[in-house]
């Protein structure tokens, strides 16, 4: 007698935060990436039309009644989905958001436990700002002893459970770098897969400069308070 085999449902997390000029196109590429059955957009205050285009291309949104930071906002979408596979995605993907099928793809066949995508190609991208990256790369071989070569990428796939096993998610802009120093004390395996992802540049602005310096501050707390 045959055995039919249930596929494993797939959840898309996009912690958002005034992201109304990108947030239709990259839902619109979700959608193009088979076996997805969970979209869910986590507004954390948005002051634009974040939350109501999200909710106009079909996503689940929660709305945070109070900031919760990246990482919160991350958190919350998870324990809200219910799906084998989840993926987190920032929100100004755009079309190249449909990459994020490489990821589930490496999680589904076991090649990993954390899925974690490279911009680009992999390549090296020329100019920008190399102080937070830089940072991020050497934090991680002084508490883990690998290199990676996208530290800060917010694109990454697990399965549920494993997801689960790194909570609570630390907070701002640290999530990413802590989620691997956690991934790599529970023993998972961490693979780095090289895809075409390119999200909104931050420029040469004061806005720019005030993200990155957030960025670089709340990666320093993450690398003094998580243990190896």
């Known amino acids: 007698m045959n055995q039919t085999t249930t596929p494993e449902t797939v959840a898309i997390i996009l912690p958002a935060y005034n992201e109304e000029q990108s947030i239709t196109a990259t839902l619109a590429a979700i959608r193009t990436i088979p076996g997805i059955t ?5 507004d954390d205050g948005s002051a634009d039309r974040t939350a109501d285009r ?6 689940v949104v929660l709305r945070n009644e109070q900031n919760l930071g990246k990482g919160g906002s991350m958190e919350r979408g998870l324990r809200h989905s219910s799906a084998d596979i989840v993926v987190f ?14 990821l589930i793809e490496a999680v589904r066949a ?7 995508a490279q911009f680009y190609g992999g390549k090296q991208r020329k100019g920008g700002f190399g102080i937070v990256l830089g940072t991020a790369r050497a934090g991680l071989k002084w508490k883990t002893g690998q290199e990676f070569r ?11 459970q494993a997801a689960l096993d790194l909570c609570p998610i630390p907070g701002g802009f640290g999530a990413e770098v802590g989620l691997t120093i956690r991934a790599h004390r529970h023993g998972f395996r961490i693979l780095e897969v090289p895809t075409d992802m390119q999200n909104k540049p931050t420029g040469r602005t004061l806005s720019g400069f005030k993200h990155r310096g957030k960025q670089f501050l709340h990666i320093i707390k993450t690398f003094l308070t998580e243990r190896s």
Do not use: H
Not at 38 to 42: D, L, S, T
Not at 89 to 102: M, P, Q, R, T
Not at 150 to 160: E, L, N
């Open 54 to 59: 999200a909710a106009a291309a079909g996503a």
């Open 89 to 102: 995605l920032d929100a100004d993907l755009g079309a190249s958001a449909a990459e994020a099928g490489k």
């Open 150 to 160: 996208s530290p800060i990428s917010g694109q990454r796939a697990f399965r549920r």
């Open 38 to 42: 969970e979209i869910v957009v986590v």
């Open 110 to 116: 076991g090649d990993c436990d954390m899925a974690i």
